[in-house]
């Protein structure tokens, strides 16, 4: 009778014992244990997912082996169940489930890249952003009047407004987020460039030196040549000259445009014709860098007003009078 009563009395206890012994290796296993990645990968947080969604998807995925409850239970004693963010996360091959919990609360998502090239034109960037596997399509309409509308600028003509940089933005930020991004940054570029700019520019706005910076922009790609070609433009401009630039011609011409620039094209008069028409065009016709809005803003001296293209590495010649011009054109371009 004794030994019942003992046996009834440790009996319970036994149990618990071992089920708090299977319990601490199966907590240790949790804590130790990597996922099932054998490489670098990524998981996705979708908005208005929970810790439940989660645990069930990386256990049918194969990416744990423990049943989802584990990374439920474990989520809620230490209070994170709530706190995950939605988005994109890189997982390291050995992270276990509690780093990899601890990932998905920290928001340290990935973040991808895009670079606004200079001398694009708008519509060719919001194209680009539009069709990027990373950005989620919004934009019912493509255009620049709409995009322009969408940002609360319709009374705005969104050529030259965007910032040639590289971005980094989280996956599935929307199209007209990221190009917000871009105007705004623009915006405050050409801001603080204006406020720094030289006297006596003839300038009245910064978006008419933004429309300067944007024929800078696709005359040169060398650098050290940007400040002499504003140079030459500027002087132009207070000499009354027409600046007679063959890039403003093409972006008026705009889809009849078919790679050759002939005699007719430069006598077809467009707002953009700068050889029919005076004076800067009525919007820019690129994106400018910020080093071709420094350069309009920041000219180099000097009494040249000519320049011609030579054909090696992108540079021109320079020059200060007609004859001379007339010269390096036969020499550089009719090769007389």
Not at 170 to 187: G, K, V
Not at 204 to 231: C, F, H, N, W
């Amino acid at each position: 009778m004794k030994k019942t009563l003992l046996l009834k009395a440790i009996l319970p206890a036994f149990i618990v014992a071992i089920a708090c012994s299977y319990g601490l290796l199966q907590y240790q296993k949790f804590m130790q244990s990597p996922m099932n990645t054998k490489q670098a990968t990524t998981y996705t947080v979708t908005p208005g997912s929970n810790l439940k969604n989660i645990s069930n998807d990386i256990y049918n995925q194969g990416l744990s082996t423990l049943p989802p409850w584990y990374l439920q239970a474990y989520g809620r004693l230490t209070n994170q169940a709530h706190k995950i963010k939605a988005g994109e996360y890189h997982i390291e091959p050995g992270v276990t489930m509690p780093e990899f919990l601890s990932i998905l609360v920290s928001g340290k998502v990935v973040m991808n890249a895009f670079t606004i090239v200079e001398g694009i034109t708008a519509q060719t960037l919001i194209d680009a952003v539009v069709a990027h596997p990373k950005i989620k399509s919004t934009l019912e309409n493509r255009s620049i009047a709409s995009v322009m509308a969408a940002l609360g600028e319709a009374d705005k003509n969104g050529e030259g407004w965007f910032l040639p940089e590289t971005y980094h933005f989280p996956t599935d930020i929307t199209d007209i987020a990221f190009l917000s991004r871009a105007y705004n940054q623009m915006q405050m570029a050409l801001d603080e460039a204006w406020d720094n700019r030289d006297d006596d520019l003839p300038f009245e706005t910064p978006y008419e030196a933004l429309i300067m910076a944007s024929i800078i922009e696709k005359e040169t790609a060398v650098a050290d040549e940007r400040p002499q070609i504003a140079g030459v433009f500027v002087r132009r401009l207070e000499k009354g000259m027409r600046l007679q630039t063959d890039p403003t011609v093409i972006y008026g011409l705009g889809d009849e445009f078919d790679g050759n620039l002939r005699r007719k094209d430069l006598r077809a008069d467009t707002p953009f014709n700068t050889y029919t028409r005076a004076g800067l065009p009525p919007t820019p016709i690129c994106l400018p860098s910020i080093e071709s809005i420094e350069a309009a803003l920041h000219p180099a001296e000097g009494n040249t007003i000519y320049f011609v293209a030579t054909g090696e590495d992108g540079r021109h010649v320079f020059s200060t009078n007609l004859r001379d011009h007339n010269n390096a054109v036969r020499r550089y371009q009719l090769k007389r």
